[in-house]
């Protein structure tokens, strides 16, 4: 996937029911892939983007996170720490090779966030940061600067 491309449409399983990327079409979208529930790093980067929610909110963006644990799994890492948003279950790993980002194993969506517009397109791609949370941060900020312009 590329900056200016239309991010693939899903159907797929999360913590709020069925979920369909499409539906949220007039809001930006933070749509962002993890490898493992319960891990240290994206435990931080869960417990962040929660702690900045409600500024996403504000920007009319809605955060996504996906990673390829079942429902059940995500439906527990969600509710031990707060998630406000949804968590979709990629089991099938068809999300995160739609998305590009299935580990050179096949095991595990790497750590990449899109941030995609309004209208389905992606408008910035982040990866390879120093700290899993800052990608909450840099998210924040490149929506915040695609408000401003």
Known sequence: MNVGEYAPDFEAESTIGKLKLSNYRGKKVVLYFYPKSFTSGCTRELQRFTELYD???????????VS???IDTQKKFAE??????????????II????????EKGTSAQRVTFIIDENG???????NLKRAEEHADKSLEVIKKANSS
């Open 55 to 65: 500024e996403f909110k504000k920007l009319n963006a809605e955060v996504i996170g």
């Open 68 to 70: 390829v644990d079942k």
């Open 80 to 93: 031990k720490y707060g998630a406000k948003f949804p968590i979709v279950a990629d089991d099938q790993k």
């Open 96 to 103: 995160s090779k739609l998305y590009g980002v299935l580990n």
């Open 121 to 127: 397109k992606i408008i910035d791609i982040l990866q």
